[in-house]
């Protein structure tokens, strides 16, 4: 199975502030990675698809950047409702994997 | 905007077989890939398996061909069954939506529905 690296795996932040999580794929995955928001209690949500592709309804201070191997999740200046745990999975070889996600919380 | 929602006992005796449903509102059947996904307390997610709208299936090797899923277009359902069940498979087990032909996305997630194997 392909393993998915995020980092860091917690981050502290304030509103307003610009975030970046790392995403690295154990082997060449093309594009197929996709970035999920999650809120325990909550479905969880794309926000990022084929790791630059805006998912339709997430706000536009999301960005997704990155191609084979090593990927990026950016969101600008932060707002209340992002603060969740965000995971990044590949779809590019069966069976699907996910990062072990990146908690987000409010300093 | 389709929705999705997971039903079943919450409670599964080990060795026995843990059984769920998802029902789908509000969206086509065709097209897609029907999943189940589970997430570990205080882990990770683990891709169970998906049943095709064709009736193709399949399942994540790690689970030892424990895995059945089956769909009912009529009734606008698919099932999991996850045979001979440990304490190792109490999850929050998820429903979702595959979108194929856009980088394999799951695009929809039910609520999730929590399992926990004990006698």
């Known amino acids: 199975d392909i393993q998915m690296t995020q980092s860091p795996s917690s981050l502290s932040a304030s509103v307003g502030d610009r975030i970046t999580i790392t995403c690295r794929a154990s082997q060449n995955i093309d594009k197929f990675l996709t970035w999920y928001q999650y809120k325990p209690g909550s479905a969880p949500k794309v926000v990022i698809y084929g790791a630059s592709y805006l998912q339709t309804g997430a706000p536009s201070r999301f960005g997704g950047s990155g191609s084979g191997t090593d990927f990026t999740l950016t969101i600008t200046s932060l707002q209340p409702e992002d603060f969740a745990t965000y995971y990044c999975q590949q779809s590019y070889n069966f069976p699907g994997t996910f990062g072990q996600g990146t908690i987000l919380e409010i300093k | 905007q389709v929705q999705l929602q997971e039903s079943g006992p919450g409670l599964v005796n080990p060795s026995e077989t843990l059984s769920l449903t998802c029902t789908i509102s509000g969206g086509s059947i065709s097209t897609y890939y029907w999943s189940w996904i589970r997430h570990f307390p205080g882990k990770g997610l683990e891709w169970i398996g998906y049943i095709q709208y064709n009736g193709n299936t399949l399942q994540n090797p790690s689970l030892k061909g424990r895995v059945t899923t089956s769909l009912d277009m009529s009734r606008s359902q698919f099932s999991l069954k996850l045979r001979s069940v440990t304490a190792a498979d109490t999850a929050l087990y998820y429903c979702?939506?595959?979108?194929?032909?856009?980088?394999?996305?799951?695009?929809?997630w039910g609520q999730g529905i929590l399992v926990t194997v004990s006698s």
């Open positions: 979702a939506r595959l979108n194929w032909n856009a980088y394999r996305k799951f695009d929809s």
